[in-house]
């Protein structure tokens, strides 16, 4: 059960903070994402804490006329794991599992945001995710996602601040605890072929959200899932928690969607929504696969940096940019539009879509 005390990065298993144990490769992290109803503005922050690599890192990045802002930094964690401050970047629980506040001040780039998130819909406890391919546990994580709005101001190098209102900014957010791959590559015998099949889709409707998740064997066996829906308004409402199937279409050449469509089934009856993608957020902006700045690596202590790219000339086949979140317009079958995201991340074989190789294209 996800009580308040989980709003904070005490964890020491990847059980809710009441349950006591110790776990070298533990990982608590913050993530939040932010756009426009008019999808003219993508922001995403990562923020993790690291107790048995000594580490915690933060990172932000804006998607804003094309171009894609990108902030991070890293500092040694020392003993207090409720200052969750790096450099530039700082998470804020005002009021758990209700508010929470992102602050980024980078003077050195002129990059600044002082934004904060209000739950509009009561929070989904996703299925506890454990994968143990081989011989040996790779995830094992709680997470809890939650949809909401956004107020505040956001800077980007070279720009005017962009105003963030309640009204106009819709996004997500989610924390997860647990056991993952995190930091420097480990060394020792390959224990299982490499491939990893993972969609996530939180999305926003006037009338509440939607969340589905996917994991999947390369067969197609599906290794964690959920569906799930909730109403806005009061955040002690039940949360309908159901099945889903979906139709994923790719675009030629690439392992990313040209449309996607879901098909839930949930106790109030069965509901379709499709996704019309818009473009491409990099994950690797907050450190999801950076050769560098991957979460929980030692980069040094106290270091931020700052880049930028333009997503229309990525190179979509880069094992660099396979993990994307894609802003999408949802369209539900009784004529609804929301929007949202879906994340996506496969590598390797998937024989369901056709994917025979560690990185080849869809046809």
């Given amino acids: 059960m996800i009580t308040a005390g989980d709003e904070y990065p005490l964890h020491q298993t990847s059980r809710p903070v009441r349950d006591p144990g110790t776990e070298r490769n533990l990982y608590d992290r913050f993530f939040f994402n932010g756009y426009t109803r008019d999808a003219s503005v993508y922001f995403a922050v990562a923020f993790g804490v690291y107790p048995g690599r000594n580490i915690m890192d933060g990172a932000m990045s804006v998607i804003v006329d094309g171009v894609q802002h990108n902030v991070r930094a890293s500092r040694l964690l020392g003993d207090d794991r409720l200052d969750t401050r790096v450099g530039p970047v700082r998470v804020e629980i005002v009021e758990p599992l209700r508010r929470l506040r992102v602050v980024v001040d980078d003077a050195e780039s002129g990059f600044s945001a002082d934004v904060t998130f209000t739950a509009r819909c009561p929070l989904f406890e996703e299925p506890h995710y454990l994968w143990a391919p081989g011989h040996r546990t790779v995830f094992d994580i709680t997470r809890l996602t939650q949809n909401g709005t956004w107020s505040g101001s956001i800077t980007v190098p070279g720009g005017a601040s962009i105003a963030v209102d309640d009204d106009n900014w819709l996004g997500t957010r989610d924390r997860s605890w647990g056991v993952r ?33 996917v ?149």
């Fill in 215 to 363: 994991n999947e064997y390369p067969d197609g066996r599906r290794w964690h899932h959920s569906a799930m829906w909730a109403p806005a308004g009061p955040l002690d409402t039940p949360v309908e928690q159901g099945t889903a199937e979906y139709d994923f279409h790719y675009r030629s050449g690439t392992r990313h969607a040209e449309h996607f469509e879901l098909r839930f089934a949930l106790p109030s009856g069965p509901r379709t929504v499709s996704l019309t993608p818009l473009y491409n957020f990099y994950m690797h902006g907050i450190g999801y696969t950076h050769p560098q700045w991957g979460h929980g690596c030692y980069v040094g202590d106290d270091v931020r940096a700052y880049d930028v790219l333009v997503t229309a000339e990525q190179d979509e086949m880069s094992p660099f940019n396979q993990h994307v979140q894609t802003l999408v317009r949802a369209t539900r079958n009784d004529g609804a539009e929301g929007i949202g995201i879906l994340e996506q991340l496969i590598i390797g074989p998937h024989a369901p879509s056709g994917l025979n190789e560690i990185l080849d294209p869809h046809p």
């Fill in 181 to 213: 791959p995190i930091g420097e590559r480990e060394g020792g015998a390959m224990e299982a072929p490499p491939g990893f099949y993972w969609l996530w889709a939180p999305l926003n409707f006037d009338d509440g959200g939607y969340l589905f998740d």
